[in-house]
T-cell receptor
Framework: GAVVSQHPSRVICKSGTSVKIECRSL??????MFWYRQFPKKSLMLMAT?????????EQGVEKDKFLINHASLTLSTLTVTSAHPEDSSFYIC????????????????FGPGTRLTVL | AQRVTQPEKLLSVFKGAPVELKCNYS??????LFWYVQYSRQRLQLLLR??SRESIKGFTADLNKGETSFHLKKPFAQEEDSAMYYC?????????FGSGTQLTVLP
């Protein structure tokens, strides 16, 4: 159980175009999903927290207008990289927290396989 | 603010040798600590969490509040343990990750 999928797994786009990445919880409901960015040989950097039915909370330094997040349902969150530039090339990972919450479920997150974005 | 420190970026041990991956944290509240593992070409997955006090794949980790540490240990490393290991601190329903330690178990 607790599977999170991401689509696409890999995308290459031209500079200036927008790219949408989907994150789905397949067998559980997730009121909260998280979007991370992982740089080569470095840790995961939290970009934003996505709450179902409300606006995302962005971490300091992350441009809201560039990284649009939508969490329209309990099983789907999307990240749209708008007007992508080569410096946006990275590995984007989403995670989801079980909506049950409480006790040991409060902080545990289940991770997607990641999306490799390359902007030419 | 919370902080997780993993001092070793790379760690190599021989098969059958003990291994310890260090993790220290800084947090003013009551911490919830996790170890996540990422095998080559696979997604990040939970290895263990301190509240469970369990042993997974032979790994254990004890929360030491006095030393603010949550080191990951295994008495006899196996080649299949080679992976990237991340220590994480859960707070305010978020996870703060350490920078990770790449463990290589040599034959």
């Amino acid at each position: 159980g607790a599977v999170v999928s991401q689509h696409p797994s890999r995308v290459i786009c031209k500079s200036g175009t927008s790219v949408k990445i989907e994150c789905r919880s397949l067998d559980f409901q997730a009121t909260t999903m998280f979007w991370y960015r992982q740089f080569p040989k470095k840790s995961l950097m939290l970009m934003a927290t996505s709450n179902e039915g409300s606006k995302a909370t962005y971490e300091q330094g992350v441009e809201k207008d560039k990284f649009l997040i939508n969490h329209a349902s309990l099983t789907l969150s999307t990240l749209t990289v708008t007007s992508a530039h080569p410096e946006d090339s990275s590995f984007y990972i989403c995670s989801a927290r079980d909506a049950r919450g409480g006790g040991s479920f409060d902080n545990e997150q289940f991770f997607g396989p990641g999306t490799r974005l390359t902007v030419l | 603010a919370q902080r997780v420190t993993q001092p070793e970026k790379l760690l190599s041990v021989f098969k059958g040798a003990p291994v310890e991956l260090k993790c220290n944290y800084s947090y003013s509240g009551s911490p919830e600590l996790f170890w996540y593992v990422q095998y080559s070409r696979q997604r990040l997955q939970l290895l263990l969490r301190h509240i469970s006090r369990e042993s997974i794949k032979g790994f254990t980790a004890d929360l030491n509040k006095g030393e603010t540490s949550f080191h990951l240990k295994k008495p006899f490393a196996q080649e299949e343990d080679s992976a990237m290991y991340y220590c994480a601190l859960g707070s305010a329903r978020q996870l703060t990750f350490g920078s990770g330690t790449q463990l290589t178990v040599l034959p």
